[in-house]
């Protein structure tokens, strides 16, 4: 619940989002059978469905350090691992192409930049709870994020994936 002048109000989303850890970005985020594009019905993976299946199937991590790999719990990792493999099983079976777009992310590791030139990391664990607001060398109030911009925090709706033919 939060104040405004008028008084309280509930918060209308619920509960706060719990960001997932994702080491990095997919460097491919659209694949596609050999079908012309107008028939191409689409389905769309989230970066945290990606690096569930990246954990789980191509580096064969065991369910519980793969759910704190992400700062999830295993029964989260769980269902985001079901709903991504459900998605691939999909595009696979039916023809569809995938496409990775979205989710309630932030990258393990964010790099910032101040004006005077100093680089340095912020950590996932950190990031959570506080944005730096300061260079840790020089102490200047000057600081930004270094690539990937817009993209810390990247809830649900940065992009729209097509359902069904165009």
């Known amino acids: 619940m939060t104040i405004n002048r008028l008084g309280p109000v509930k918060n209308p989303v619920g509960r706060p989002v719990k960001w997932r850890r994702v080491a990095s970005l997919p460097q491919v985020s ?13 389905v769309c993976l989230s970066v945290e469905e990606v690096e569930a299946l990246r954990l789980k199937d191509l580096v064969g991590l065991e369910q ?6 992400m700062n999830v719990s295993r029964p989260t990792f769980q269902r985001i691992l079901g709903s991504g493999r459900q998605k691939v099983a999909d595009a696979l079976v039916n023809g569809k192409a995938i ?18 030139g100093h680089e340095w990391d912020v950590p996932f664990e950190i990031m ?4 730096p607001q300061r260079c840790p060398t ?7 994020p270094l690539w990937p911009l817009g993209l810390v925090k990247a809830q649900g709706t940065w992009g729209r994936c ?3 033919r165009r």
């Open 64 to 69: 519980e350090a793969c759910a704190q790999e």
């Open 99 to 116: 496409k990775v777009d979205g989710g309630n992310f932030e990258l393990a590791l964010r790099r910032f930049k101040c004006n005077d």
């Open 128 to 131: 959570v709870k506080t944005l």
């Open 162 to 164: 097509r359902r069904g």
């Open 30 to 42: 659209y694949f596609k059978p050999a079908v012309p594009l107008p028939m191409l019905d689409e």
């Open 138 to 144: 020089c102490r200047t109030p000057d600081i930004m």
